[in-house]
C-alpha cells in the first residue's frame, strides 16, 4: 500500500534555531517527492520538488534531502523564524506511466515558532 | 498571477442539507483538483479534471457527492445530502498539465465546511 509517514507529529522551537522534519514513504514506484508548507487556513504551497535522481533542493532556509534507496526525505530550516510556523506536508507522486499527476500526501508535520 | 479562488470560505450547514462550492483555477491551467481535508490530516483526492473531462473520481463518494468543471475552466464541487463527517476543508488545486510528473499543483485557500 503506497503510504507517507512524517514525523514528528508536532514540534515547537525557539525562534532562530534549526530544525529538521522526517518523511518515510512506500510509494512505489517512485517517480518524485515534494515538501509542502501550508499555513493555518490557507492551501498548502510548494517548497520543494525532487525526482529520483535528485538527493538535495534547497529554497531560502529550507533544504530537502531524499534518499531513494531507503525511501526517506528530510526537510530542514535553518535560523527559524516566527513565519515558519505551519504544517508542514510530505507529499510522494507513485509514477505511473505519466497518466495522472496523482499525489499521495503525509498527515504532516505541526511546527511552532516560539519568540 | 492570480492565484486559485475559492468561494465561499466558510460554510456552516446542518446535516442532511445541500451546499455548493465554487473554484476559479489559475488562468491557463488544464487539470483541476478538489481535495478534502480533514482536521489533523493530510489533503485526499476526490476528484481529478482535465480540461472539462474527468480523469479520476475513484475516491469520490458518489452517491452524495457530484462536481462539475464548466467549459474547461471554473468548477463546482456539490454535497448532498451531507453528512456530520463530511465536515472537512475542501481544497480546490489547480496545474498547468496535470500529466507531467513534476507539474506542480497550486492550491487555493480552501472552504471550511462544517456540519451540525
Known amino acids: 500500500k503506497n503510504q507517507v509517514e512524517q514525523s514528528p507529529q508536532s514540534l515547537i522551537i525557539l525562534e532562530g534555531k534549526n530544525c529538521t522534519l522526517q518523511c518515510n514513504y512506500t510509494v512505489s514506484p517512485f517517480s518524485n517527492l515534494r515538501w509542502y508548507k501550508q499555513d493555518t487556513g490557507r492551501g498548502p504551497v510548494s517548497l520543494t520538488i525532487?525526482?529520483?535522481?535528485?538527493n538535495t533542493k534547497s529554497n531560502g532556509r529550507y533544504t530537502a534531502t531524499l534518499d531513494a534507496d531507503t525511501k526517506q526525505s528530510s526537510l530542514h530550516i535553518t535560523a527559524s523564524q516566527l513565519s515558519d510556523s505551519a504544517s508542514y506536508i510530505c507529499v510522494v507522486s507513485p509514477n505511473y506511466g505519466g497518466a495522472t499527476n496523482k499525489l499521495i500526501f503525509g498527515t504532516g508535520t505541526l511546527l511552532a515558532v516560539q519568540p | 498571477e492570480a492565484g486559485v479562488a475559492q468561494s465561499p470560505r466558510y460554510k456552516i450547514i446542518e446535516k442532511r442539507q445541500s451546499v455548493a462550492f465554487w473554484c476559479n483555477p489559475i488562468s491557463g491551467h488544464a487539470t483541476l483538483y478538489w481535495y478534502q481535508q480533514i482536521l489533523g490530516q493530510g489533503p485526499k483526492l476526490l476528484i481529478q479534471?482535465?480540461?472539462?473531462?474527468?480523469?479520476?473520481d475513484s475516491q469520490l463518494p458518489k452517491d452524495r457527492f457530484s462536481a462539475e468543471r464548466l467549459k474547461g475552466v471554473d468548477s463546482t464541487l456539490k454535497i448532498q445530502p451531507a453528512k456530520l463527517e463530511d465536515s472537512a476543508v475542501y481544497l480546490c488545486a489547480s496545474s498547468l498539465l496535470g500529466t507531467s510528473v513534476t507539474d506542480t499543483q497550486y492550491f487555493g485557500p480552501g472552504t471550511r465546511l462544517t456540519v451540525l
Open positions: 525532487m525526482t529520483f535522481s535528485e
Open positions: 479534471f482535465q480540461n472539462n473531462g474527468v480523469v479520476d
